[in-house]
DNA sequence: CTGAAAGCGCTAACAC
DNA sequence: GTGTTAGCGCTTTCAG
């Protein structure tokens, strides 16, 4: 690999001479001769001299490099799309450590290469109340460590969009409503939504876990509409209803969360709400490179979720007909 | 950030005492007194003293970190994670750089960073094709440039495994069988199974696009069964049959090809061909580094797809009265 | 058993 | 306009 002192030696200059014409630092006014840094730019050219970022991170005590943590399991990968579009607007790149089990030698790796930033992704906060404090205390800023508490993470307004979805269900005409979901951290946030829509319409409300309650039990009910957790759970329940030939949205309408991709291609499409995975990373990002470079900070703007109706819902007649009656 | 030279001050030693006892080098015949072993060790400690990778990159010329150049988008995080886990298996980390429009731009950045080794992943051939020679010259192996040809790069035997599914929808009993796909670059091989199997049995085979052929005209040609070129098609056939409310196996069967995740929560679910992208990652980050560390390579062995058997296709009765009759 | 010194490739004051 | 010099943090050979 070609170095700048070799490109002086064949040019018969000084390396700081090259450092200076190769680092474009010699503005009409200053310094070096037109002739010389023609030499210099073309046998830099001719060698093929690529500039060594590795010194550049050490002399400047930055890498522009920001450290992802995490299992990568799949739903990350979205957010870490959203990083990696924004790291590259603003000249920085992702790099990857996968946590297996322990967590703090994920760290501390992050540390030795020196990240400027350091986002854990998707670690579950038990893991991260234990991280010992010396971790915070290296200069380097460790962000994300949960979903909702840090101000670099934008965070989807979950009781907000379960609100919006449940009153989407009651505007549809639905009336029996029954929440079905899991025990993920974001659960109790999204049933608050669904409760608060559903006593404002003083309609009964009604939490089913699915580590007790099978789908098939869920249709069993005979409910107007299910307000599933999340889309893979929904899923599950139009599986089950495909199974015993009980069409939706005809016999029940149903409803997912998350606009996962799975939500775009169940039979009948899922009506969800989109998470904002990507522009969530996007932004996300931003905020760390700012914090990173300025540590000015926008004010943190929750994201909502957006409302996506497919298939799986439909208005009722008698719906229509009460807006007719207005 | 606490360096050697402050622990060497501390502790009363030399800076290169200081990176023996730290780097593990007194093996109890060698140097360095147990007494200052320790005090050593406990001033690291007590100072938070984390090594520079930075530093020893530059000095052994090695990053251990591989460089993935991609446009990221969804298909290949799969193979991305097992990118990831096999490269923490061997000490590694990954790093990506964006490619937007510029692949060459990204492969600078890569080569800038001093990266072991750079794998394009997901780059059409095109693009691959116009990379300027000078970029291989550089000392840092490049690999998978394509999906195919590549000795670091294990594939999936796309013809063999088309050939085995469409084996299986014969041994299922279906007689009629289409083959639906698009303009992939995957696709010929897929349909070249498919044909060599149908004509194999002497059966009609017949290739349609869904560019120009919709799934409702795949419905109405009334097929035992559709072989789609992968999963997301053959949802969008089981969509399509479902506001029909056409009944999947009954009706006909319908296979995809990926084993992607919304193959597992269509309904009903898909019957697929597994394309092993994190096994596949795994096995190719394992041989990136070992041509990285002994330039030595294990032969290349093409991976196979597994039948995935689910919901959407079933043996018929004439069939099974057919193995009865052995 | 321990330390001095050179070197990895480059930047940035400062002198010539 | 151009070169000298001292670092950045660490490894490693070679004297002591």
Not at 252 to 258: K, L, M, Y
């Amino acid at each position: 690999m070609v170095t700048m002192k070799e490109i002086a030696e064949k040019a018969g200059v000084s390396r700081t001479t090259v450092s200076f014409v190769l680092n474009g630092r010699c503005h009409k006014d200053q310094r070096v001769s037109k002739a010389v840094q023609k030499k210099i730019l073309d046998t830099a050219k001719k060698l093929g001299y690529v500039r060594n970022d590795l010194v550049l991170s050490l002399v400047k005590g930055r890498t522009h490099a920001i450290g992802i943590v995490s299992e990568f399991k799949d739903f990350v990968f979205p957010i870490i799309r959203g990083y990696a579009q924004e790291a590259q607007n603003h000249g920085y790149s992702l790099r990857l450590f996968q946590v297996d089990d322990d967590l703090e030698s994920a760290l501390t790796k992050a540390i030795q290469a020196r990240m400027d930033a350091i986002v854990c992704l998707g670690i579950s906060s038990s893991l991260v109340k234990n991280i010992p404090q010396h971790f915070f205390n290296m200069g380097i800023p460790i962000a994300g460590l949960n979903q909702t508490g840090h101000p670099e993470h934008p965070f989807l307004d979950q009781q907000h969009s379960a609100a919006a979805m449940t009153e989407y269900l009651v505007e549809c005409g639905y009336k029996k409503i029954i929440c079905y979901g899991g025990n993920y951290p974001q659960m109790p946030l999204r049933e608050a939504g669904y409760r608060e829509v559903m006593e404002k319409y003083q309609l009964p409300s009604q939490f089913l876990n699915h580590h007790s309650v099978s789908p098939d039990d869920i249709i069993d009910l005979k409910p107007d509409a299910v307000f599933c957790g999340d889309d893979y759970l929904a899923c599950r329940l139009l599986q089950a209803a495909y199974l015993r030939n009980i069409r939706i949205p005809e016999a029940f309408g149903v409803a997912g969360f998350g606009n996962t991709n799975v939500s775009n291609f169940s039979s009948p499409a899922l009506t969800t709400v989109d998470e904002s995975f990507f522009e969530s990373g996007v932004i996300s990002m931003r905020n760390i490179i700012l914090s990173i470079e300025n540590k000015k900070f926008p004010e943190q703007t929750p994201i909502t979720g957006k409302l996506i109706i497919r298939g799986s819902t439909k208005n009722l007649p008698h719906n229509l007909k009460g807006k007719d009656e207005k």
